[in-house]
């Protein structure tokens, strides 16, 4: 199973400003085995994105997510505060990313 | 909605045992891949152990593999991990989780697993 490294570690901005976070494979995924959560501090996580694109119930069109092979990522737009937390990719339902923390510039 | 409530959680000396469980209301339980994720203090999120629907399969992270055992009662809708021979570095926050799409899309809020003597 891959290996998934998140970078950055810590993604400092401002409200309102765009976010684009990484995830990267060790070897070539199916894109139908990537998933983004987010948590937020003392919550459980929280599936976002699901096949690389598709985003979960409920999530807004505000996170998208793209990619294939070895790289993917996640792009949040328009940072509001409840979006200011951590952010784990994970592979097939299994292995995780080490994490980005987006916080507030 | 899908709900999913761990329980089971505590205090336990190094080398001890404790079963966890996680009991799921809300879908149809014995059709879904069930998981166990764990997070230690101020750290990322690790897998632990899964388990297909009808309990025929169980894979398990190397971390604790011949230490901790899933399984599941789909009568009662519940989830269990048994976890023996426990050491200090499985101190975390264990949680359970509905797989669909290869991906976990219902978590449960967690219990805390202490080990300290």
């Known amino acids: 199973e891959s290996v998934l490294t998140q970078s950055p570690g810590t993604l400092s901005l401002s409200p309102g400003e765009r976010a684009t976070l990484s995830c990267r494979a060790s070897q070539s995924m199916n894109s139908n085995h990537l998933a983004w959560y987010q948590q937020r501090p003392g919550q459980a996580p929280r599936l976002l994105i699901y096949?690389?694109?598709n985003r979960a119930t409920g999530v807004p069109d505000k996170f998208s997510g793209s990619g294939s092979g070895t790289d993917f990522t996640l792009t949040i737009s328009g940072l509001e505060p409840d979006d200011f937390a951590v952010y784990y990719c994970?592979?097939?339902?299994?292995?995780f990313g080490g994490g980005t923390k987006v916080e507030i510039k | 909605e899908a709900q999913l409530v761990e329980s089971g959680g505590g205090l336990v000396q190094p080398g001890g045992s404790l079963r966890l469980s996680c009991a799921a209301s809300g879908f149809t339980f014995s059709t879904y891949w069930m998981n166990w994720a764990r997070q230690a203090p101020g750290m990322g999120l690790e897998w632990v152990a899964s388990i297909k629907g009808d309990g025929s399969e169980k894979y398990y992270a190397d971390s604790v593999k011949g230490r901790f055992a899933v399984s599941r009662d789909n009568t009662k809708n519940s989830l269990y991990l048994q976890m023996n021979s426990l050491r200090a570095e499985d101190t975390a926050v264990y949680y359970c989780?509905?797989?669909?799409?290869?991906?976990?899309?219902?978590w449960g809020q967690g219990t805390l697993v202490t080990v300290s003597s």
């Open positions: 994970q592979s097939r339902g299994g292995s």
């Open positions: 096949g690389t694109s």
């Open positions: 989780a509905r797989s669909r799409d290869n991906s976990n899309d219902w």
